[in-house]
């Protein structure tokens, strides 16, 4: 009897569907872990295994899962992130350049797919005007879905990238204002107070998300930098609370997280730990958990229902697919963009979704849609998303193998950082600064260096610096930076630096900025110094004053004798690099020939950064630079340097001004590595990282 009983139990545990949540809740991440796996053996994007996934297991399907609250909790929670992620990775710099082709194909892809839609609803399929202006409206939506694959293959940077994210911004906005406007006139409210009460709305919460939340994100940052648990939670509630501010404002929450992302946008580097977090989080859990959702409202028994159903829902579909490829086609052929380009503009935009679902249960629940365009949009949403994913896909390798055979047979330099730890204070800001710095192909480790002296004590002081060195191990596991880190004797503390950069074969050297100096520094020479007059390399001095992400731009000085170094390539583009991290312009000190060589380079590396160049000689004279800029800019020198010891004068009257003039500024001074003097070719520049 008592094994009857437990048996009873059991079996009840996997009545469908399932009700126990420590159940359901394994099955979604058994789904999670397996679908990408299997249908990737047969070169199906894990996308669409979810969203398959989510029918089997559906209402519609075996009835194992239904939807709940929870899950439409989780769904809602990975909608609003794939908005907020594309918000957070666009790039500012690219977008500001290319806004207006954002513009030509946000009114292609609104309008296009309305005048294709509306006749068909109208005239084909015998629809009333207001179903017909509002199903129409729907074909002008799309969600992007397939975002995570652009994300994947790491061209979110791409040009059609950018300007597809726009697009989608301005035409779902469009659609949704114009939703709000359908359902005042139905409800008899359409009159000056619902067009005031929706400009203020608008306007508080632009004011809002544009102007309050970025100076809250950098006190927030600033006063909890070394608190990271806090900064996720922080970005969290940031995305929720605009999601729900652009609801009260009248448009859908998706606007709000993609407004948030863009507001936090260069607060948030793309190599930083808090990316990695935000990105792991939702895409392991949140965003796979909204495919599934989307999957589970699929009913493909609708099929079956006569041909009134079929034609209906094939009628939606192709009207759909045809209005997002003619907008590609017409936005391609404009700019003059590749047929990969095309294709991923249209993979990005032909999937409906989120909006597309809103749209139609807003006028089901009004009576103005009835089943069968519900259930025809529901098989538009199954079969655009599996389009979008295919071909999104499909352009993304594409391109990679495109961008792969553009520079033939030239290698890439080989970078090896160093970073000598004097203050183990610094070490989290230095290691920041080295993960921005770095080539995303390396597969060399950043090296961390403590070179304890040779004493009585040496032995402890040793141990104590490798367990301090061990602690950076795991922070910088927390972006995925591979850190290789060494704690070694020596008499003398530069010289042991400079043996190991030479065992390292380090290229590029990042260390922090040295204690005022002495009289005895003087005289037996600063560490520094040493190292500007012995090291070969790149060498890179820093003082952080402030968490790198809340400057305001980059105010970047070139003496004129830099500007025929061959050299300078590497210094460039590590600071396009970090320009781009941070999404800070750059405001450039140089004569004609330094501007010459910095735009032969941003040329040949395609680079988005904004350089506002300033012919003015501020090295002259730094009190005009401290007139120009404010202490929240980040100050970059370029210092040339001779081989000769007597520069060690000069190098020191540098550092003192710049620590008595811009004190509390964030200061990094650069010492291009010791090289013949020679012209920049397109070979150099293409063998460095793009930016």
């Keep these: 009897m008592m094994h009857s009983n437990f048996f009873d139990h059991l079996s009840r545990q996997f009545d469908p569907p399932f009700t126990n949540p420590v159940l359901i809740f394994s099955v979604l991440l058994f789904i ?48 609003l992130y794939i908005m907020f992620i594309a918000g957070i990775e666009l790039d500012l710099a690219e977008f500001k350049k290319k806004k207006h082709k954002s513009f030509v194909f946000g009114f292609f892809t609104f309008i296009i797919p309305i005048l294709i839609g509306f006749p068909v609803c109208y005239y084909l399929l015998n629809y009333s005007l207001l179903t017909s202006i509002l199903t129409a ?30 697009g989608t911004i301005l035409t779902d906005t469009a659609v949704l204002i114009i939703l709000a406007v359908i359902m005042g006139s139905v ?22 998300v544009f102007i309050l939340i970025p100076k809250i994100a950098k006190w927030f940052f600033t006063k909890l930098e070394s608190d990271k648990t806090s900064h996720y939670i922080f970005v969290l509630s940031v995305v929720f609370f605009s999601a729900f501010m652009a609801q009260l404002a009248g448009i859908e929450p998706i606007i709000g997280a993609f407004v948030a992302g863009l507001a936090l946008n260069r607060l948030i580097p793309h190599s930083s730990i808090l990316m990695n977090r935000i990105e792991f989080v939702g895409n392991a859990l949140f965003i796979p958990f909204f495919l599934i959702s989307v999957g589970m409202l699929v009913d493909l028994k609708v099929l079956f229902n006569g041909p009134d159903a079929l034609i209906i829902a094939g009628s939606l579909t192709i009207v759909a697919i045809l209005g997002k490829y003619l907008s590609a086609t017409f936005t391609s052929w404009i700019f003059k963009y590749t047929k990969n380009q095309t294709l991923l503009i249209f993979g990005l935009s032909s999937a409906h979704a989120a909006a597309t679902l809103a749209i139609i249960l807003v006028g089901y629940k009004a009576e103005i849609i009835d089943d069968h365009i519900l259930n025809g949009t529901i098989i538009l949403i199954l079969i655009t998303c599996i ?17 792969e055979t553009d520079v033939p047979d030239i290698q890439q330099n080989s970078e090896n950082i160093l970073i000598p730890i004097a203050d183990f204070n610094n070490m989290e800001s230095l290691l920041d600064l080295a993960v921005l710095f770095t080539d995303k192909t390396t597969t060399q480790p950043i090296n961390l260096l403590s070179v304890v002296a040779d004493s009585d004590n040496a032995q402890a002081n040793l141990i104590t610096a490798r367990k301090k060195l061990n602690e950076t191990i795991k922070y910088a596991s927390g972006n995925g930076t591979n850190v290789e880190v060494i704690a070694t004797l020596d008499y003398n503390v530069p010289s042991g630096v400079l043996r190991i950069a030479k065992e390292k074969l380090a290229n590029i050297i990042i260390t922090g900025w040295p204690r005022k100096v002495t009289v005895f520094d003087k005289f037996m020479g600063d560490k520094s110094a040493v190292l500007v007059e012995r090291s070969p390399a790149n060498l890179f001095i820093l003082h952080l004053q402030r968490p790198l992400t809340v400057h305001h731009s980059i105010q970047l000085v070139c003496p004129p004798s830099l500007s025929t170094e061959k050299t300078m390539l590497v210094w460039l583009s590590k600071v396009t690099r970090l320009s781009a991290e ?43 630079l401290k007139d120009k800029i404010n202490a929240e800019d980040f100050l970059i020198v370029v210092v040339d340097r001779d081989t000769e010891p007597t520069y060690l004068i000069p190098l020191t009257n540098i550092q003192r001004k710049l620590e008595n003039m811009f004190e509390t500024y964030t200061k990094l001074l650069i010492y291009p590595q010791i090289q013949s003097k020679l012209s920049l070719t397109d070979d150099d520049i293409l063998s460095e990282n793009d930016v």
């Design 187 to 208: 409800d008899g409210q359409l009159n000056s107070t619902f067009w005031i009460q929706l400009a203020i709305s608008l306007s508080i919460f632009t004011a809002t």
């Design 582 to 624: 941070l999404s800070l312009d750059i405001n450039c000190y140089c004569d004609e020939e330094t501007k010459a060589h910095i735009n032969h380079f941003l040329a040949a590396s395609k680079s988005s950064v904004i350089f506002n160049f300033v012919h003015e000689e501020v090295w002259k004279e730094w009190k005009l």
């Design 137 to 166: 409206s729907m074909f002008a939506t799309h969600t992007l879905v397939a975002y995570p694959i652009v994300n994947k293959f790491g061209i979110a940077k791409n040009e059609a990238v950018a300007v597809t994210v726009g």
């Design 32 to 79: 999670i872990l397996i679908a990408p796996i299997l249908l990737g053996k047969i070169k199906i994007p894990g996308i669409v295994g979810f969203i398959i996934a989510g029918i089997i297991i559906g209402p519609n399907g075996f009835n194992i899962l239904k939807k709940t609250s929870a899950i439409d909790l989780f769904s809602t929670i990975g909608l």
């Design 387 to 403: 389009v979008a994913s295919f071909a999104t896909e499909k352009a993304s390798r594409r391109i990679i193998a495109s961008e």
